[in-house]
């Protein structure tokens, strides 16, 4: 239950721990813990805070306890993964007032306060931080629910009860007067539980029907394909070669995939984390690469590999249908691929810089600035190898600097400059189907996200 150290389901996790914001149904960072913020210059964010909230263990809500969220997050080993992206740009965290805060960050970062509505955002009590082992099964927040720890299993079922100490009204988020969370991997047997009436929210796969049931499509924002850890080509010397991975590239049928795959949910994608809420999009990127395998192996022969090489791919087993579509199309063109299966280990084996490529399943937020800088920078933390571009962080640069149709157009170039270093590949961006029992829960469909967050989930009727 330590939000710093795993990376808890948002739907736990967001049921006692508050974030500093929350994202809006149109998809823009609003106040929440903050109630306001500003940059004073491009490295400086300073937040006001409320006053009004305490913890369940007593302690108050106040620029300290942020402080030492900050902190502890920073240093705690192993942590969490989502989090720290945006936690990396925090140098240092002064305490201005008991509600105001500032936070001093290493270089530029404009999408810091939409970070802190994620996982970069949680706050746990000051005191509990202090004694952190308590955490692994105790949830000391300040949010709307607290944990029945007698009707709790672990990794499992979850069960809370309304926080009647809760600051926020009814009005600013309507509550249940119980909530019950499973964890399911098993997205079957989640569909099966849905039509019994043993849950009222779940995701579902493509194609589920629920008699009564409203069946909902998030934004596509699910960055899914192989990513190509070694650019230079130190391990898998062809992978080194931009010819062979824009090879790699037109070999694959996008459309395709999207529709036999992902069941037609997403849009299609040119291995570049821009999608169509990105700053800058235009639809003309999303054909960057048609499907031609004679073009395909044309580049293979160019770079000096007309029949082909092998490649050895790391592989979540959970993500082994997408892996296998894009095995297939590059097998036709000669390379021979190898999916080697990690599941529990999957994060140590990115991590060990022995992997040339692996299957990964990435978020695109729409915010260009880190999107980019997540997924193309030596801040990736499916960077294992350390890649940089010095184009793609000159126009990072630029772009972050600019303003109005400026940085449009330089979003735009980047997008395409990207797809052309072609260090994915990535056929679509999918997106992720939820449904719901409307007599029971009122959902709000946010955009530029895959799903809702629980705030987003409201009981029929109010309180």
Same mark, same amino acid.
């Given at each position: 239950?330590?939000?710093?150290? &795993?990376?808890? @389901?948002?739907?736990?996790?967001?049921?006692?721990?508050? &974030?500093?914001?929350?994202? *809006?149904?149109?998809?823009?960072?609003?106040?929440?813990?903050? #109630?306001?913020?500003?940059?004073?210059?491009?490295?400086?964010? /300073?937040?006001?805070?409320?006053?009004?909230?305490?913890?369940?263990?007593?302690?108050?809500?106040?620029?300290?306890?942020?402080?030492?969220? +900050?902190? %502890?997050?920073?240093?705690?080993?192993?942590?969490?993964?989502?989090?720290?992206? %945006?936690?990396?740009?925090?140098?240092?965290?002064?305490?201005?007032?008991?509600?105001?805060?500032?936070? $001093?960050?290493?270089?530029?970062?404009?999408?810091?306060?939409?970070?802190?509505?994620?996982?970069?955002?949680?706050?746990?009590?000051?005191?509990?931080?202090?004694?952190?082992?308590?955490?692994?099964?105790?949830?000391?927040?300040?949010?709307?629910?607290?944990?029945?720890?007698?009707?709790? #299993?672990?990794?499992?079922?979850?069960?809370?009860?309304?926080?009647? $100490? %809760?600051?926020?009204?009814?009005?600013?988020?309507?509550?249940?007067?119980?909530?019950?969370?499973?964890?399911?991997?098993?997205?079957?047997?989640?569909? *099966?539980?849905?039509?019994?009436?043993? +849950?009222?929210?779940? #995701?579902?796969?493509?194609?589920?029907?629920? #008699?009564?049931?409203?069946?909902?499509?998030? !934004?596509?924002?699910?960055?899914?394909?192989?990513?190509?850890?070694?650019?230079?080509?130190?391990? *898998?010397?062809?992978?080194?070669?931009?010819?062979?991975?824009?090879?790699?590239?037109?070999?694959?049928?996008?459309?395709?995939?999207?529709?036999?795959?992902?069941?037609?949910?997403?849009?299609? *994608?040119?291995?570049?984390?821009?999608?169509?809420?990105? &700053?800058?999009?235009?639809?003309?990127?999303?054909?960057?690469?048609? %499907?031609?395998?004679?073009?395909?192996?044309?580049?293979?022969?160019?770079?000096?590999?007309?029949?082909?090489?092998?490649?050895? /791919?790391?592989?979540?087993?959970?993500?082994?249908?997408?892996?296998?579509?894009?095995?297939?199309?590059?097998?036709?063109?000669?390379?021979?691929?190898?999916?080697?299966?990690? =599941?529990?280990?999957?994060?140590?084996?990115?991590?060990?810089?022995?992997?040339?490529?692996?299957? @990964?399943?990435?978020?695109?937020? =729409?915010?260009?600035?880190?999107?980019?800088?997540?997924?193309?920078?030596?801040?990736?933390?499916?960077?294992?190898?350390? $890649?940089?571009?010095?184009?793609?962080?000159?126009?990072?640069?630029?772009?972050?600097?600019?303003? =109005?149709?400026?940085?449009?157009?330089?979003?735009?170039?980047?997008?395409?400059?990207?797809?052309?270093? !072609?260090?994915?590949?990535?056929?679509?961006?999918?997106?992720?189907?939820?449904?719901?029992?409307?007599?029971?829960?009122?959902?709000?469909?946010?955009?530029?996200?895959?799903?809702?967050?629980?705030?987003?989930?409201?009981?029929?009727?109010?309180?």
């Amino acid at each position: 239950m330590d939000p710093w150290k &795993t990376q808890l @389901s948002q739907y736990v996790a967001a049921a006692t721990y508050d &974030t500093l914001t929350h994202v *809006n149904a149109d998809g823009t960072v609003v106040p929440w813990l903050a #109630t306001s913020w500003d940059y004073s210059d491009a490295t400086t964010l /300073v937040m006001e805070l409320r006053t009004d909230v305490v913890f369940t263990d007593g302690a108050s809500f106040d620029a300290e306890a942020v402080k030492a969220n +900050i902190e %502890y997050a920073k240093s705690v080993t192993p942590s969490n993964v989502a989090a720290q992206p %945006y936690l990396a740009y925090i140098q240092s965290v002064d305490v201005v007032s008991k509600s105001k805060v500032r936070f $001093n960050l290493t270089s530029s970062q404009p999408d810091l306060p939409y970070g802190f509505s994620q996982q970069a955002g949680w706050m746990v009590s000051p005191t509990a931080l202090k004694n952190p082992s308590a955490l692994a099964d105790t949830a000391v927040g300040s949010g709307p629910y607290v944990l029945d720890k007698s009707a709790t #299993t672990q990794n499992k079922t979850y069960t809370f009860t309304r926080n009647k $100490n %809760y600051w926020a009204t009814a009005a600013q988020w309507p509550r249940f007067e119980k909530l019950v969370v499973q964890l399911m991997t098993d997205l079957t047997a989640s569909d *099966n539980a849905a039509r019994s009436g043993q +849950i009222d929210y779940t #995701t579902v796969t493509a194609g589920t029907e629920i #008699t009564g049931w409203k069946i909902s499509e998030g !934004a596509a924002c699910a960055f899914h394909g192989f990513t190509i850890f070694d650019v230079e080509g130190t391990i *898998n010397k062809p992978l080194g070669d931009v010819r062979v991975r824009q090879a790699m590239n037109y070999a694959i049928d996008r459309e395709a995939i999207l529709k036999s795959v992902l069941g037609g949910h997403g849009d299609v *994608n040119a291995s570049t984390p821009f999608g169509r809420d990105s &700053t800058g999009y235009t639809r003309s990127i999303d054909s960057y690469y048609s %499907y031609d395998v004679a073009k395909a192996k044309r580049l293979l022969r160019q770079a000096g590999y007309p029949n082909g090489f092998s490649v050895k /791919v790391l592989n979540n087993p959970q993500w082994d249908q997408m892996a296998q579509a894009l095995a297939g199309y590059l097998r036709k063109v000669g390379i021979d691929v190898e999916l080697s299966n990690h =599941g529990d280990d999957l994060v140590q084996q990115t991590n060990s810089g022995k992997w040339a490529m692996s299957t @990964s399943l990435q978020a695109v937020t =729409g915010l260009p600035y880190s999107d980019f800088t997540f997924l193309m920078t030596k801040s990736s933390s499916m960077n294992p190898l350390g $890649n940089s571009n010095a184009k793609v962080n000159a126009l990072l640069a630029e772009a972050v600097s600019a303003e =109005g149709a400026e940085q449009k157009r330089l979003y735009a170039e980047l997008a395409e400059y990207a797809a052309e270093q !072609a260090w994915y590949v990535i056929p679509a961006l999918s997106s992720q189907l939820h449904a719901y029992n409307p007599d029971v829960v009122k959902v709000v469909e946010p955009e530029r996200v895959g799903g809702p967050m629980l705030y987003h989930l409201t009981p029929v009727g109010g309180e």
